[in-house]
């Protein structure tokens, strides 16, 4: 699938700019930026998908996580959230963004651990909560004048390297240790995991924390790339991680599924996003071509493994 779109890209371009859309450094490395953070929620969203669950709280996550963030990340100046604590070392505002996703994930995993509600539901709270918590966290006023320090973390590449980072570290995670297996095994029979002696709920709370992790991990590099914090960042972020994932060949059953291929869906999106910008498709026929290759991805899904459709 990727090839194919980067060739009809490649023939769309030259036959409307005569020029290449990939075979170009500037605005190969745009496009990948344009999806870096939407890659980071994806890892995270891919491992709870192979649990079977579903996590629709992550771009809300980045929201709150960017605002704390940002305001612990400010210079000196009339309107800081906390005057007395401006200047800090770069490490307490990423601290503070990646605390704030994780315990967001270890809510939605304990939620859906010891309560057994669906994780749609769960994470349907923790998305109307969290976006609540960012815009009542300022008032809705967004967070400027922020340290060099903090805004380095998103200049130039760095969201690239990071993403990149991260995938390679979680598919080493999920290929290579019992962590990984027992996450494929709780997706594919959670209660054949059970009997083999896997702690379910434990590890379904591990998943979603690592999940929030991440969620907030995109929220302080979304924040440090603006260089500022607003509660509107991160909107519908869940859904494009989500795509990625369906896109990249995990399956919404659970048990299947990679970050490999999580990577070649993100780029597929940043592919399209870039793509459909560049030779001047409009901006809603470009949501109607995604919609349709989201679902059409979840199709092939159904064919490949041979799932029973729901009633």
């Known amino acids: 699938m990727l090839i194919g779109i980067a060739v009809m890209f490649e023939l769309i371009g030259w036959s409307t700019r005569g020029s290449s859309f990939l075979f170009n450094g ?21 491992q709870v998908i192979l649990t079977g669950g579903i996590d629709l709280s992550s771009g809300s996550v980045v929201a709150l996580a960017a605002m704390i963030a940002a ?6 100046n ?29 809510v939605n995993g304990s939620l859906i651990a010891y309560t057994q509600i669906p994780p749609f539901i ?92 991440l969620a907030g991990l995109g929220g302080v590099v979304t924040s440090a790339r603006a260089a500022s914090g607003q509660a509107g960042m991160g909107m519908s972020y869940e859904l494009d991680a989500i795509a990625a994932a369906v896109i990249g060949g995990t399956s919404l059953s659970g048990g299947i599924g ?14 399209m996003t870039s793509g459909f910008t560049f030779v001047g498709l409009d901006a809603y026929i470009q949501d109607i071509v995604k919609g349709g290759v989201i679902v059409s991805a979840v199709v092939v899904d159904r064919y490949r493994h041979r799932l029973p459709a729901k009633a």
């Open 258 to 271: 990679r970050i490999t291929g999580t990577v070649i869906g993100t780029i597929i999106l940043g592919i």
């Open 26 to 46: 500037q605005r190969l490395l745009v496009m990948v930026l344009q999806v870096s953070i939407v890659g980071l929620l994806a890892i995270g969203v891919t």
């Open 78 to 106: 009339a309107r800081a959230v906390f005057p007395e604590l401006t200047n800090l070392p770069v490490v307490v505002p990423v601290a503070a963004g990646l605390a704030t996703g994780a315990l967001a994930g270890l």
């Open 71 to 76: 305001s612990l990340a400010q210079t000196p």
């Open 122 to 213: 769960a994470t349907l709270g923790m998305m109307v909560s969290a976006r609540g918590l960012a815009r009542y966290y300022t008032q809705g006023q967004p967070i400027s004048m922020l340290t060099d320090h903090y805004t380095s973390l998103g200049a130039g590449a760095v969201p690239v390297v990071i993403f990149l980072a991260v995938a390679v570290g979680f598919h080493i995670l999920l290929r290579h240790t019992r962590y990984g297996k027992y996450t494929y095994a709780i997706g594919a029979n959670p209660l054949a995991a059970r009997v083999s002696g896997v702690r379910v709920e434990r590890h379904l709370i591990v998943v979603y924390t690592i999940a929030g992790f």
